[in-house]
């Protein structure tokens, strides 16, 4: 083999660039760091304190915090002990700790915010191919209810209406207790279970009625037509025609609660409620949300309530927060910026 | 105004016709054309026809709405996208065939498989715990056991013509496939209107 060949191969190993990572030059630069400030202001008018975490963190904290599933994508690594690693896949868990750990003694609710780069070395759809995110992210712990709620929904309504995005976005609510208590009622296994929340999530109506139709239980039918799972308040009132749970009906009210506030803040055409959306189960105790913008094929932002996340780490106390993807929005706003 | 991606080919003369039946029409010419991006005579729905398997790409990151694409295709693709519809058209089987009718009784330490469907087959063997390699061919996947290729080939049948034509025989069925309406998550959303409107039409259309 030559020379040639060798400097070849060398050169094309450093101008190589791993997948789902990019760069950001000038102009997109600032239009960055503008999306990432207008957030961070709306977050300090709101007193969020803004959190740095660490970057890099035993992969247990990540897995405690995520679940196995999610905590699995991240990208790791062994410390000179042999204990695992992770590149923080979110920073969520990481906050959760410190709130139970080192604040334990601080007076609530605690709120923060963050913009920080996460790291997945499996993306969770071929349409998210980026594997270095920065999240635009704050949690309210050691506050439930309503207000608390509300307080985490009208922060991402300002954020976006303040990046020009007015009517152009759409966040959808919901509580996954609801979910939970039908499926309790049905009394499925894990299993069963699963079968049902997928084939909800993916709005498989024909598939929804053939699994229905083996359940004698008339709760299940709320789930049995896909369309009739978004929209704004008659969703809730069709929906308490088939559910009579307590569990179920319990969650439906605050839910309800919950969308006569934002009609009441005049927010309701941003808004809508997704019975459907029941992608993170195992994560959310109560509110869920996704954020959804015109001319982003996939949601730019996630939330919810996560009652059950400080436990875990030794102190239980209700939560709720949310992330918006800065490397979408950025994309957003550009493509927008360049045809106006 | 929604775009709709129909997947070219055998779905493509099908999802026209229900299409029509909803009373969405589209011109003879503007089909016969080469363009491959027409608009209906309503100028309500934008129409991109492509290949079967770039249908869940273009769904997936948003740039179809919507698209009228095989069951089979999107169990290949694992993409990550609203199902809402079956729309009952195009129906096929996604099978496994070999020459030897007994060919599943008969496995011994691990198979050779032939497909296009490299996906489908490793996940139908691998969920039975039976160690298979895969031979990814793009096309007469029904030569390779002949020729000594594979064992077994897992492909889609209409008739099974070809299939006994070539000396094989269907030992398994691993779904049905149908052509199915599929929905972008974000459009889902942000178009709701449109969506359940265009959903709603070929409901009434398809029965």
Redesign the interface.
Known sequence: MGAGFYFSTLQQMTSRIPAGMRYYIGAEARLRRTVEDVAMSVFEGWNYEEVITPSVDYYDLFEQGMGQREAQRGFRFTDNDGRLLALRPDVTSSVARMAATLLSERPRPLRFCYAAPVFRQQTQSHAEWRRENTQLGCELIGAGGKAADLEVLRLAAEILSRLNLQSQYCITINNVEIFNGVAAEMNLALWTREQLRRLIDTREAAELQRFLRDYDCREGQAFSQPTQLTGKRDVIQTARRSITNERSVAALDSLEDLWTEIESLGLQDSFEIDLGDVSSLDYYTGLSLKIFVHGAGTSVGRGGRYDGLTGSFGRSEPAVGFVLNLDALTEVLGRKGKRS | MLTIAIAKGRMQVSALALLARAGICLSEDAVNSRRLAIMDESGQYRFIFVKPADV??YV????ADCGVVGRDVLLE?E????????LDIARCRMVVAAPDPEAMTNVQGMIRVATKYSQIARSHFGSRGIPVEIIQLSGSVELAPALGLADMIVDLVETGRTLRENGLTVVEEIAESTGRLV????S???K?DEV?HL??MLTAAKS
């Open positions: 869940p790409v997936e990151h948003g740039i693709s993409a990550d996208l609203l199902l809402p519809l079956d929905v972008n998550r974000a889902y959303q942000l709701a359940s959903l709603n």
